[in-house]
């Protein structure tokens, strides 16, 4: 793994916590995109070599919404940027790690990403990511 890419974090509304994060790190979001396979709305800060990811549930079975329901706002995830996702994914496999996706998929932000389930990584969730070269 390289680096930590982003950490996400759960938010109600992304339009309000837009304005809150906008205020505590004094600039703007790069960017807003909506991911409409995993049915959230992300938002992008950028906080030196990495980001700080805000997600807002679009729909009410998705794992956000789960998220806010069972736990509240706060931090979702901690995302790895690494070279290989697919070699990485089989490493971690054979290490023992539960992964969620057994592919890579599309993710916010241009990137493939793969999940590692919280109960094998001490009960955090964990995002790898690699940046889609074109
Ligand atoms: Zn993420």
Same mark, same amino acid.
């Given at each position: 793994?390289?680096?930590? *890419?982003?950490?996400?974090?759960?938010?109600?509304?992304? *339009?309000?916590?837009? !304005?809150?994060?906008?205020?505590?790190? +004094?600039?703007?979001?790069?960017?807003? *995109? *909506?991911?409409?396979? !995993? #049915?959230?709305? &992300?938002?992008?800060?950028?906080?030196?070599?990495?980001?700080? !990811?805000?997600?807002?549930?679009?729909?009410?079975?998705?794992?956000?919404?789960?998220?806010? +329901?069972?736990?509240?706002?706060?931090?979702?995830?901690? +995302?790895?940027?690494?070279?290989?996702?697919?070699?990485?994914?089989?490493?971690?496999?054979?290490?023992?790690?539960? @992964?969620?996706?057994?592919?890579?998929?599309? #993710?916010?932000?241009?990137? @493939?990403?793969?999940?590692?389930?919280?109960? &094998?990584?001490?009960?955090? @969730?964990?995002?790898?990511?690699?940046?889609?070269? !074109?």
């Amino acid at each position: 793994m390289l680096k930590v *890419e982003h950490i996400g974090i759960a938010v109600k509304s992304i *339009e309000a916590s837009n !304005e809150l994060f906008t205020k505590l790190f +004094a600039r703007e979001p790069y960017k807003t *995109e *909506e991911v409409e396979s !995993e #049915g959230v709305t &992300t938002s992008f800060f950028q906080m030196g070599e990495t980001k700080i !990811e805000l997600l807002e549930a679009t729909k009410e079975d998705s794992a956000i919404a789960k998220f806010i +329901a069972k736990r509240g706002e706060g931090i979702h995830h901690i +995302a790895y940027e690494v070279e290989d996702i697919e070699k990485e994914m089989e490493r971690l496999s054979n290490e023992g790690f539960t @992964l969620l996706n057994q592919t890579p998929k599309k #993710g916010a932000d241009n990137k @493939l990403v793969c999940f590692l389930h919280p109960k &094998t990584t001490n009960g955090v @969730l964990i995002e790898l990511c690699q940046e889609i070269k !074109e």
